[in-house]
T-cell receptor, first 112, second 114 residues
Framework: KAGVTQTPRYLIKTRGQQVTLSCSPISGHRSVSWYQQTPGQGLQFLFEYFSETQRNKGNFPGRFSGRQFSNSRSEMNVSTLELGDSALYLC???????????FGPGTRLTVL | AQSVTQLGSHVSVSEGALVLLRCNYSSSVPPYLFWYVQYPNQGLQLLLKYTTGATLVKGINGFEAEFKKSETSFHLTKPSAHMSDAAEYFCAVNPNNAGNMLTFGGGTRLMVKP
C-alpha cells in the first residue's frame, strides 16, 4: 500500500506570494492533519480534517488555510507569504480521527 | 494545555551502548503517547505508541518505552545502539485522545559513535 504522498517536495517562493501544498493520504484513510516544522518552533499542529470537515485548528494566523476533498486528498494554502513561513510542512493521515498517524516526506518551503 | 518535554536536545552514545531518550508530559489525564523518528530529509516514522493497557510498549527496530503515570514519563530505550539509529527522535502526546492533533516535544538528536 502506498504511503502518504506530498507534492511538491520542494518549493521556493518570494514574500507576498501565496502557495498551495498537496497531500494524498494512504488509501482508505479519512483523516488528514498538517504540521509545520521549523528549527525555532519545532513541530506545530496546523489543522486536521476528517471527512471534508475541519475538526481542529492550531494557533496559526488566518493566512494559513486548508481543505479536504471527497477523496480525502487535502490541500493547504498560505497567502501573503512571510520569511518566517519557511519550513517543512508535513502531512499525516490516519484511518479514523483517533487512529495512528502516518506521515508523508514533507514539502520544504523556502520564502525569499 | 498539554506539553511535552524532552530532556537533552542532543544525546551521544557509542555503538553497542544503551540508548535512553527522556520524555515527560504534563496532563491531567493519561494521554496517548507516541515516539516518532525522523531521518534527514524525511518525514516522521512511528516507533511505538501507548494508548491503554500494558505500560511497557515494544516498537520497531528494538526500541521500547515505559509509561510511568506517577512520573508522567514515557522514556525511550534500546539496549544496544546501532549506527543506523542516528536520527532525531520526537515524543508526542495526543492531548484529548480524540482527533488527530499531536503535541510534540522539542526533539532529541541521537548521535552514535563508532
Amino acid at each position: 500500500k502506498a504511503g502518504v504522498t506530498q507534492t511538491p517536495r520542494y518549493l521556493i517562493k518570494t514574500r507576498g506570494q501565496q502557495v498551495t501544498l498537496s497531500c494524498s493520504p494512504i488509501s482508505g484513510h479519512r483523516s488528514v492533519s498538517w504540521y509545520q516544522q521549523t528549527p525555532g518552533q519545532g513541530l506545530q499542529f496546523l489543522f486536521e480534517y476528517f471527512s471534508e470537515t475541519q475538526r481542529n485548528k492550531g494557533n496559526f494566523p488566518g493566512r494559513f488555510s486548508g481543505r479536504q476533498f471527497s477523496n480525502s486528498r487535502s490541500e493547504m494554502n498560505v497567502s501573503t507569504l512571510e520569511l518566517g513561513d519557511s519550513a517543512l510542512y508535513l502531512c499525516a493521515s490516519s484511518l479514523t480521527e483517533t487512529d495512528t498517524q502516518y506521515f508523508g516526506p514533507g514539502t520544504r518551503l523556502t520564502v525569499l | 494545555a498539554q506539553s511535552v518535554t524532552q530532556l537533552g536536545s542532543h544525546v551521544s552514545v557509542s555503538e553497542g551502548a544503551l540508548v535512553l531518550l527522556r520524555c515527560n508530559y504534563s496532563s491531567s489525564v493519561p494521554p496517548y503517547l507516541f515516539w516518532y523518528v525522523q531521518y534527514p530529509n524525511q518525514g516522521l516514522q512511528l516507533l511505538l505508541k501507548y494508548t491503554t493497557g500494558a505500560t511497557l510498549v515494544k516498537g520497531i527496530n528494538g526500541f521500547e518505552a515505559e509509561f510511568k503515570k506517577s512520573e508522567t514519563s514515557f522514556h525511550l530505550t534500546k539496549p544496544s545502539a546501532h549506527m543506523s539509529d542516528a536520527a532525531e527522535y520526537f515524543c508526542a502526546v495526543n492531548p484529548n485522545n480524540a482527533g488527530n492533533m499531536l503535541t510534540f516535544g522539542g526533539g532529541t538528536r541521537l548521535m552514535v559513535k563508532p
